[in-house]
């Protein structure tokens, strides 16, 4: 067996990074160990070596004690301790996982929601695909905030172009580089304004692989303007998928749903056949099981996405899919199992 080599070690400093960002962690901590890797991967051969000779490795930026430790052990052959405990913790939660839900899981080809650090989220636009790619997808949506949510630093019209032009740029290196075919699809998850517009310029919209429209703002509206709100954003021409319908949050500082009619809503998104989206962050839970029910007799297509903000997020997906198998909605009927051409094909039917 060959000895641990840079490689070695940068594949167990970014593991720890996404199984933490995975378990919800501390952002500092997943970040330290996300930069250590990008710091040794970033040394000349001769730089690496040198420190190979000498362990000298919190003389580096962005090293410190216990990620110095993980080298070490890494080098000697090892497993560190921190990576052992996460990767049980992951082992455990997985077994609990229904085996409908499992099944599902294993035939989702990408995710169509996810922020990277243009907005609010926590890693560049290229780590977010690279650890899609890691995780066996076939596409990974983008989707960062658009301009009226300026808590999460949304994308301006210009910001938004400038990022078309950086995910082009990607799909063209991915095509050369990546183990298999995938592609990063463009998008947003769009503000859906008080009257149930769009928050962001039509002709943008237009050239977008996938729009998510969600609520973020006066989310305790009046139930009967909140349902025309809704239904208004569902039937926009450019809506793709319905966001975290009810925006209720159910872990660390609770948000209860807003108040709608999901009968209205979901006859609308199935009219229009915009996908209902099972939100699997674990604070969300959205939408709760009582109105994802409603919306599986409403005849609604679904996707099952992460909202991930950080690249361990993106395998959050298997909660989800628990969530959507316990109504017995065939995978069909779920976007996000179909192939990018088909996907693609869904996303461009407004012409």
């Not at 636009?125 to 990974?140: F, K, N």
């Not at 429209?213 to 809704?230: D, I, P, Q």
């Not at 991930?308 to 069909?332: F, T, Y």
Request: hydrophobic share 40%; charged share 30%.
């Amino acid at each position: 067996m060959a000895a641990p080599d840079r490689d070695d070690v940068v594949g167990v400093l970014h593991r720890i990074a996404f199984l933490m960002e995975r378990k919800q962690e501390s952002t500092y901590r997943s970040r330290a160990y996300r930069a250590a890797g990008d710091t040794l991967r970033g040394l000349d051969d001769d730089a690496w070596r040198g420190h190979v000779r000498d362990g000298r490795w919190q003389e580096l930026p962005g090293i410190g004690d216990r990620t110095a430790g993980v080298v070490t052990t890494v080098l000697a052959g090892e497993e560190p301790r921190v990576l052992a405990d996460l990767e049980a913790e992951l082992a455990e939660r997985n077994r609990a996982a229904t085996p409908a839900g499992q099944a599902l899981r294993d035939r989702l080809r990408g995710d169509l929601h996810a922020h990277t650090d243009e907005s609010d989220g926590g890693a560049p636009l290229a780590d977010m695909a690279l650890a899609a790619v890691e995780i066996g997808h076939e596409y990974q949506a983008i989707t960062d905030h658009s301009p009226r949510l300026t808590v999460a630093n949304g994308l301006s019209p210009a910001r938004l172009r400038a990022q078309l032009e950086r995910i082009d740029r990607l799909n063209t290196a991915l095509a050369a580089s990546a183990p298999r075919p995938f592609r990063v699809l463009s998008g947003i998850e769009v503000d859906v304004l008080d009257d149930g517009a769009l928050d962001q310029e039509p002709e943008l919209l237009r050239r977008l692989d996938v729009v998510v429209a969600s609520v973020h703002s006066k989310l305790r509206m009046e139930r009967e303007a909140m349902t025309r709100r809704m239904v208004a954003a569902v039937r926009q021409p450019w809506t793709d998928v319905l966001g975290h319908c009810t925006g209720q949050r159910v872990l660390g500082r609770p948000r209860p749903p807003s108040d709608f009619d999901p009968d209205a809503v979901f006859a609308a998104c199935a009219e229009a056949q915009v996908a209902v989206e099972v939100n699997s962050r674990p604070d969300r839970q959205d939408p709760p099981d009582e109105l994802l029910a409603l919306a599986v007799e409403a005849g609604c297509l679904f996707t099952v996405d992460s909202d991930a903000h950080a690249p361990g997020q993106l395998d959050w997906l298997v909660d989800g899919c628990d969530r959507l198998a316990a109504h017995g909605v065939e995978p069909d009927r779920v976007v996000t199992t179909w192939p990018v051409e088909r996907l693609l094909e869904w996303t461009g039917r407004h012409g």
